[in-house]
């Protein structure tokens, strides 16, 4: 089985950095999603990594350790626009396109 | 490029019914995943069609099945509905012999409550 703990929500200020944690563990892993969903809407691809390191696309970043069953999500000059969940879902070798969604991480940005 | 299209975007149901949502996958996608996101969580993973077959199957009961046409649009039916099946349901397509994920499209998805 697999399971996916990332945290609940945080709270940031417009402008800064937040960083989302997910761990994971899995048999078989093969690659890592995060996923952006506005309430209501559906979820939207942000990244993905399936070798350990960064990957950088603008303002987010994303980064995964396959040892340590880790991965995170950077968020850069928050802006009120990136109030979200932000979804960590994982994919296993035994599953090809069937993705195990951790609950969400809520972002709220303050001005 | 109208993207995934779901119907209907809200319904309401009452316990025992029978329900039917509808999924149009994107444009040259031919591959259609549903997953149930309860209020609060991450989506759940329900199943894939692919060529008009069911092809991977998550931990759903068998009142949740489905079917794929020729047009490679997609439908999710539901029987003897519960409380609990009250969710937003998603929809999910893609290109199969494609990196799924990078190229995975999400439509708004369907509302249901059951009353």
């Known amino acids: 089985g697999q399971n996916i703990d990332q945290p609940t929500e945080m709270t940031a200020t417009e402008g800064a950095i937040v960083q989302i944690n997910c761990t994971y563990q899995t048999s078989g892993f093969n690659g890592l999603f995060w996923y952006q969903q506005h309430a209501g809407e559906a979820p939207t691809f942000l990244s993905y990594?399936?070798?350990?390191g960064l990957e950088e696309k603008g303002r987010f970043s994303s980064f995964l350790s396959r040892s340590k069953g880790y991965s995170y999500l950077l968020l850069k000059e928050l802006q009120m626009k990136d109030s979200a969940s932000y979804l960590c879902a994982v994919r296993s070798t035994d599953s090809w396109g069937k993705l195990q969604f951790g609950a969400g991480t809520q972002v709220v940005v303050t001005p | 490029d109208a993207g995934v299209t779901q119907s209907p975007t809200h319904l309401i149901k009452t316990r025992g019914q029978q329900v039917t949502l509808r999924c149009s996958p994107k444009?040259?996608?031919?591959?259609v995943s549903w997953y149930q996101q309860a209020l609060g969580q991450g989506p759940q993973f329900i199943f894939q069609?692919?060529?008009?077959?069911?092809?991977q199957r998550g931990n759903f009961p068998d009142r949740f099945s489905g079917h794929q046409f020729p047009n490679y649009s997609s439908e999710l039916n539901v029987n003897a509905l519960l409380l609990g099946d009250s969710a937003l349901y998603l929809c999910?397509?893609?290109?199969?012999?494609?990196?799924?994920?990078?190229?995975?499209?999400f439509g708004q998805g369907t509302r249901l409550t059951v009353v």
């Open positions: 069609y692919y060529e008009e077959e069911e092809r």
């Open positions: 990594n399936v070798l350990d």
């Open positions: 444009s040259g996608h031919d591959t």
């Open positions: 999910a397509s893609s290109v199969m012999d494609r990196e799924w994920g990078t190229e995975a499209f």
